[in-house]
């Protein structure tokens, strides 16, 4: 079992960058996959990325791709999701999911344990 802790989200201006840390608990931490969705107001929660259990696999949504990367360290049970060049579409909650086995990474679904998120703002 592992718990997941979110943080670092904040109001920014659109083009800077900004990390969000997803912190978990358990010592098995390298046995779990680990994705980000997001979910803006009155919208579906929607994949953002997904980092494999050993950090070596990243993959990205098609409209974060190219500006946001997530890295992990397993010493240390944290997930980073670094976003650059935000735009007001990326105005979300973040969460962050981790599963041993997820089927199929770009469905919620597939993920047992998540975060409380964390509220990013983009203003224009």
């Known amino acids: 079992q592992v718990q997941l802790v979110e943080s670092g989200g904040a109001l920014v201006q659109a083009g800077v960058s900004l990390r969000l840390s997803c912190a978990a608990s358990g010592r098995t931490f390298s046995s779990y996959a680990v994705a980000w969705f997001r979910q803006a107001p009155g919208k579906e929660r929607e994949f953002v990325g997904f980092?494999?259990?050993?950090?070596?696999?990243?993959n990205f949504a098609d409209p974060v791709k190219g500006r946001f990367t997530i890295f992990r360290d397993n010493a240390k049970n944290t997930v980073w999701l670094q976003m650059d060049s935000l735009k007001p579409e990326d105005t979300a909650v973040y969460y962050c999911a981790a599963d041993q086995y997820p089927l199929r990474a770009y469905f919620s679904s597939s993920y047992k344990y998540w975060g409380q998120g964390t509220q990013v703002t983009v203003s224009s």
């Open positions: 980092v494999n259990k050993n950090g070596g696999g990243t």
